[in-house]
């Protein structure tokens, strides 16, 4: 995912798997996740606006493992 005016990947729901992505030069967030009980694993982001967000009613309950990532929220670990 590169090259996009807004995020790279853009999940939204519960119990979603992001995993072995490249993303790079996006406008919004590289990876933005908005939900619970998500995995986020293996990633790496670069070069986009924000590098990764999560996002949503809590920060808990979501897995962020593995990922290479220039920048992030809070609930990024």
Partial sequence: MAG?????????????KVTANTVSNNGGYGVAIVGRRDKTIGNTVTGSGTGADIAGPTCKGNVWKDNVVAASSACVP
């Fill in 4 to 16: 996009n005016t807004d995020e790279g990947i853009d999940v939204e729901g519960k119990a979603n």
